[in-house]
């Protein structure tokens, strides 16, 4: 599967902003999705996942309530609706392929990882 992140962008602190994720060339549907942000001399952390049927979500405990992962499998798409933006979530964000599904929060369970897109929230 093919992925490709896309609507970052520079907003405010305190702003909403949605990423997508557009799936390309395997079955979207059979794979639980997951995003991903690295920060400037960070690791790559793990933000929100999402099942296959998109009934299992999680989230990291620095966006929960705050972030809201979802998937539109006829669409095959992928997205994370992020709102009360803080000047710590500047990042590039990647999203992540799951083959077996899961709503992981494990960076090593994600096969397939696409280009990130970045996101800055000025204060």
């Known amino acids: 599967v093919q992925l490709q992140a896309s609507g970052g962008g520079l907003v405010q602190a305190g702003d909403s902003l949605r990423l997508s994720c557009a799936a390309s060339?395997?079955?979207?549907?059979?794979?639980?999705m997951g995003w991903f942000r690295q920060a400037p001399g960070k690791e790559r952390e793990f933000v929100a996942g999402?099942?296959?049927?998109?009934?299992?979500?999680n989230y990291a405990g620095s966006v929960k309530g705050r972030f809201t992962i979802s998937r539109d499998n006829a669409k095959n798409t992928l997205y994370l609706q992020m709102s009360r933006l803080k000047p710590e979530d500047t990042a590039v964000y990647y999203c992540?392929?799951?083959?077996?599904?899961?709503?992981?929060?494990?960076?090593?369970?994600?096969?397939?990882w696409g280009r990130g897109t970045l996101v800055t929230v000025s204060s």
């Open positions: 992540a392929a799951d083959r077996d599904g899961r709503a992981t929060g494990n960076i090593r369970d994600y096969d397939y």
């Open positions: 060339g395997s079955t979207f549907s059979a794979y639980g």
């Open positions: 999402v099942s296959r049927s998109g009934v299992s979500v």
